[in-house]
């Protein structure tokens, strides 16, 4: 997995590119919010950010609101600031923040943090790709009730031997006779008695 670093210091910019390439993830640096931004329109691979929250031209919360705004999922946002207290970390979480975690950071806080954004972005991609699935399968049998004969009367459905079975659709049905919504033998003969 991919992570985007955005951090004008370039000590704590380097300690955090070392430790998270030594876990294993690739690590895409950026000196401030505005390049960290650029990167994010051409990048379609990031799904974790590590920002900072002071920095030049675009600071972390601008930039974490940024990502909201346009929608960017699943994508994961830790703030790591010197900048500490509750009314910090409300202020970060309403901006659209994920974790927040003060520095001096410790190694392994960081680490298990970093895992926790893992599985929250893999977790929110599975839940997009099943939806996808989902959709999809809802729009084919919306296409298969235009091909199929249904009743409209009593969503009786034509089968393969052209015999009328009742079947429980997962659509509603239409009232009236068109080119694939017909009236079955039975409810034809009701209609025309009460004509």
């Given at each position: 997995?991919?992570?985007?670093?955005?951090?004008?210091?370039?000590?704590?910019?380097?300690?955090?590119?070392?430790?998270?390439?030594?876990?294993?993830?690739?690590?895409?640096?950026?000196?401030?919010?505005?390049?960290?931004?650029?990167?994010?329109?051409?990048?379609?691979?990031?799904?974790?950010?590590?920002?900072?929250?002071?920095?030049?031209e675009i600071n972390g919360m601008e930039l974490t609101r940024r990502i909201r705004d346009a929608n960017i999922a699943p994508f994961y946002?830790?703030?790591?600031?010197?900048?500490?207290?509750?009314?910090?970390?409300?202020?970060?979480?309403?901006?659209?923040?994920?974790?927040?975690?003060?520095?001096?950071?410790?190694?392994?806080?960081?680490?298990?943090?970093?895992?926790?954004?893992?599985?929250?972005?893999?977790?929110?991609?599975?839940?997009?790709?099943?939806?996808?699935?989902?959709?999809?399968?809802?729009?084919?049998?919306?296409?298969?009730?235009?091909?199929?004969?249904?009743?409209?009367?009593?969503?009786?459905?034509?089968?393969?031997?052209?015999?009328?079975?009742?079947?429980?659709?997962?659509?509603?049905?239409?009232?009236?006779?068109?080119?694939?919504?017909?009236?079955?033998?039975?409810?034809?003969?009701?209609?025309?008695?009460?004509?």
């Amino acid at each position: 997995m991919k992570i985007l670093v955005a951090d004008d210091d370039p000590i704590i910019r380097q300690v955090l590119m070392n430790l998270l390439s030594k876990w294993g993830y690739g690590v895409v640096p950026t000196t401030n919010g505005a390049e960290a931004w650029e990167v994010l329109q051409h990048d379609t691979d990031l799904r974790i950010g590590l920002f900072d929250w002071f920095m030049p031209e675009i600071n972390g919360m601008e930039l974490t609101r940024r990502i909201r705004d346009a929608n960017i999922a699943p994508f994961y946002v830790m703030l790591c600031t010197a900048r500490g207290g509750k009314d910090s970390l409300l202020d970060a979480f309403d901006a659209g923040v994920d974790d927040f975690i003060s520095k001096p950071f410790d190694k392994e806080v960081l680490q298990a943090r970093i895992k926790v954004g893992v599985r929250a972005v893999e977790l929110q991609s599975y839940l997009i790709q099943r939806l996808s699935t989902a959709e999809a399968s809802l729009a084919g049998v919306a296409q298969l009730k235009d091909f199929v004969h249904i009743c409209s009367v009593c969503g009786s459905a034509k089968d393969l031997q052209d015999q009328w079975r009742k079947i429980e659709l997962p659509f509603q049905i239409g009232t009236g006779e068109t080119a694939f919504h017909t009236c079955c033998p039975d409810c034809r003969e009701k209609m025309s008695r009460v004509r």
